[in-house]
């Protein structure tokens, strides 16, 4: 009882680290529960990118802005050229 008072624990910190990295909680909480292993899904998570440290880029067809590993833009799904320049990430404007 004890194992999986930890696991879930464990799963719980590993979502919120992931959240702040602005990932989905849900996802890295069930990389948490499905690794079995206590902690090692949240040092999973530490060691996971900062999704706001990603250089981004402008979409030609609507101008939504997406990370620059994007291929396709989320809004309206277009495919998209390696641009010549980026937008800084939205960690370098704080």
Do not use: N
């Amino acid at each position: 009882m004890e194992y999986l008072f930890v696991l879930g624990v464990s799963a719980l910190w590993a979502g919120l680290l992931g959240r702040s990295k602005g990932s989905s909680f849900f996802i890295w909480f069930f990389v948490a529960l499905g690794v079995i292993i206590p902690f090692l899904g949240v040092l999973i998570a530490v060691l996971y990118r900062h999704e706001t440290d990603e250089v981004r880029r402008a979409c030609p067809t609507c101008g939504k802005v997406v990370p620059l590993y994007d291929a396709i833009c989320t809004r309206c799904g277009s495919e998209l050229e390696f641009p010549e320049v980026g937008i800084e990430p939205a960690s370098a404007r704080r």
